[in-house]
């Protein structure tokens, strides 16, 4: 059994560099964002929670930079793959990162699943793909916020976390569960 890795808030998070579809490359220690970096690690072309999620996510695109946060979506897709998803979903201007290795995923703290045949979208699930979750990182580099899910199901709404934001840039909040050892 592979041990999984538990990312703290307040420490920094892992290296993470991946391709974008459309070109450009995505690397978490060059975004310089005001206030956070949303990191949104999602399943796939295959998943039609993924494809809802996403399109809901660049519906709100200028409410997060509104809000000083860059944002991402990421998935172990190839080039192929993503720009298919990229295109299909009408993701005009999200920035979708693809080919997430999975040893990256297990430094993230993410669930790996074996593929089952096609989903509900006629489309193949690759042999292994990350579940979904989503963090919010601090200009220096630290974890502020992370949701991590073992299922595609039950996802944290984009308009709680554009709430959320609001109310801990207001009164500087601290990112809460930073401690390590009890």
């Given at each position: 059994?592979?041990?999984?890795?538990?990312?703290?808030?307040?420490?920094?998070?892992?290296?993470?560099?991946?391709?974008?579809?459309?070109?450009?490359?995505?690397?978490?220690?060059?975004?310089?964002?005001?206030?956070?970096?949303?990191?949104?690690?999602?399943?796939?072309?295959?998943?039609?929670?993924?494809?809802?999620?996403?399109?809901?996510?660049?519906?709100?695109?200028?409410?997060?930079?509104?809000?000083?946060?860059?944002?991402?979506?990421?998935?172990?897709?190839?080039?192929?793959?993503?720009q298919e998803a990229k295109s299909a979903w009408g993701?005009?201007?999200?920035?979708?990162?693809?080919?997430?290795?999975?040893?990256?995923?297990?430094?993230?703290?993410?669930?790996?699943?074996?593929?089952?045949?096609?989903?509900?979208?006629?489309?193949?699930?690759?042999?292994?793909?990350?579940?979904?979750?989503?963090?919010?990182?601090?200009?220096?580099?630290?974890?502020?916020?992370?949701?991590?899910?073992?299922?595609?199901?039950?996802?944290?709404?984009?308009?709680?976390?554009?709430?959320?934001?609001?109310?801990?840039?207001?009164?500087?909040?601290?990112?809460?569960?930073?401690?390590?050892?009890?």
């Amino acid at each position: 059994m592979t041990d999984l890795i538990t990312l703290f808030p307040r420490q920094p998070v892992p290296a993470l560099a991946v391709d974008l579809a459309g070109g450009g490359i995505f690397e978490i220690t060059a975004e310089r964002s005001r206030t956070f970096t949303l990191v949104v690690f999602y399943r796939g072309l295959h998943c039609p929670i993924c494809k809802a999620q996403l399109k809901e996510l660049e519906a709100k695109l200028d409410d997060f930079e509104t809000r000083g946060v860059a944002v991402v979506a990421i998935s172990s897709d190839t080039a192929e793959r993503a720009q298919e998803a990229k295109s299909a979903w009408g993701l005009a201007r999200l920035p979708l990162g693809y080919g997430l290795d999975l040893a990256t995923a297990r430094r993230w703290g993410l669930f790996v699943s074996a593929g089952r045949g096609k989903t509900s979208l006629g489309i193949d699930e690759p042999a292994r793909f990350s579940e979904p979750a989503l963090y919010l990182i601090r200009p220096d580099g630290t974890l502020y916020f992370g949701s991590i899910q073992t299922m595609p199901f039950a996802r944290p709404h984009f308009a709680d976390i554009l709430s959320a934001i609001d109310y801990v840039v207001k009164i500087d909040y601290p990112a809460r569960g930073e401690v390590v050892s009890v």
